[in-house]
């Protein structure tokens, strides 16, 4: 699997969203909605972290928080 950095630039807001959409498939009974979403919210989660770890953006400049 590739992941191509500039396609979509998550921010964290995407893991909550498929959280609550995981919910809610889950809460229908819809099992293959639900896992979906969970893939979803794990690559999410990579991305970020491999965005925070080598300073990429969002993380990369000092107007997010950045005091060093």
Same mark, same amino acid.
């Given at each position: 699997?590739? &992941?191509d950095v500039? @396609?979509?630039?998550? /921010?964290?807001?995407?893991?909550?969203?498929?959280?609550? /959409? $995981? *919910? #809610?498939?889950?809460?229908?009974?819809?099992?293959?909605?639900?896992?979906?979403?969970?893939?979803?919210?794990a &690559?999410? =989660? /990579?991305?970020?972290?491999?965005? $925070?770890? !080598? =300073?990429? *953006?969002? $993380?990369? !400049? @000092?107007?997010h928080? #950045? =005091?060093?």
């Amino acid at each position: 699997m590739v &992941w191509d950095v500039d @396609a979509s630039i998550g /921010d964290g807001n995407q893991i909550c969203r498929h959280l609550i /959409d $995981f *919910e #809610e498939a889950y809460m229908r009974g819809n099992k293959e909605e639900a896992v979906y979403h969970l893939c979803a919210v794990a &690559w999410r =989660s /990579d991305e970020l972290l491999e965005r $925070f770890m !080598t =300073s990429m *953006e969002p $993380f990369g !400049t @000092a107007s997010h928080g #950045e =005091s060093r």
